[in-house]
């Protein structure tokens, strides 16, 4: 990636993380880059009106085009658009969280999260990754939308590293877990990546592309009804795989 673009992002986040306007020592400083980059980026931005200095020497802070900026695309996100109203509805009828991933490659980035109602409940941002392969239902499903070959590919040269006691470190029985998985068309994940989580993921393809969808919740709370939470996963994912007009 062009470091100039890098260094944007950074300086957007560094808003995010901070809370508070920020000068160009400020940021030369919390993003360890010399004070004259800082100055390009800021001007930039300053220029394109993302951010304005509050008075001289007082700091930068962003403004609100930004905001506007993204609901506004947000808005007309094409998939978000299609996804958010039936993945909130199997938020609220479970009341467990639920998320939407997008397949890149080995890779799925979440696009959307819904939150339950309770305190204790299972945490995922947008624009974070599912966390790994092996160890997620999120990971199974994506290893269980891969070609045969890339999925063989894949298993000679992965490390499957132990997240909990209950992970899946041995190959063949990966293999047939996802083999299991592409039969009942979703995967599960049973405290093999947090101890006392149980997750459930189902595929499904749009416009040529991969996504995914996860239910999570406390172990406790969210097993004794695996069974109908199945069983709307994979409706939401038929209904999503169908099109708008289905």
């Known amino acids: 990636m062009s470091k100039i673009v890098d260094r944007t992002l950074d ?12 000068s160009l020592s400020d940021i030369a400083r919390l993003l360890k880059i010399p004070k004259s980059s800082c100055y390009d980026v800021v001007q930039a931005l300053q220029a394109r ?13 962003p403004t609100q085009r930004l905001q506007r900026l993204g609901k506004e695309i947000s808005d007309n996100d094409p998939v978000v658009g299609r996804a958010e109203l039936l993945l909130r509805s199997l938020r609220d009828t479970l009341d467990e969280s639920v998320l939407l991933s997008k397949v890149n490659g080995l890779q799925a980035m979440y696009l959307l999260t819904f939150e339950p109602s309770h305190p204790l409940r299972f945490l995922a941002k947008v624009g974070d990754s599912v966390r790994s392969l092996h160890g997620t239902s999120g990971g199974k499903a994506l290893l269980g939308t891969l070609a045969d070959a890339d999925l063989v590919a894949y298993l000679k040269s992965a490390k499957l590293a132990s997240l909990t006691s209950r992970t899946i470190t041995s190959k063949t029985q990966l293999r047939e877990e996802i083999a299991l998985g592409r039969k009942r068309r979703w995967f599960v994940n049973q405290g093999e990546s947090l101890d ?4 459930i993921s189902a595929p499904f393809m749009w416009n040529a592309s991969i996504y995914i969808v996860t239910i999570a919740g406390p172990a406790q709370r969210l097993d004794p009804k695996l069974k109908n939470a199945v069983g709307l996963l994979t409706n939401v994912c038929q209904l999503l795989e169908m099109g708008p007009n289905a």
């Open 11 to 22: 300086l957007l986040e560094l808003f995010l993380k901070e809370k508070r306007p920020l």
């Open 196 to 199: 006392g989580v149980t997750t």
């Open 49 to 61: 009106g993302y951010i304005y200095e509050l008075a001289p020497r007082a700091g930068y802070y």
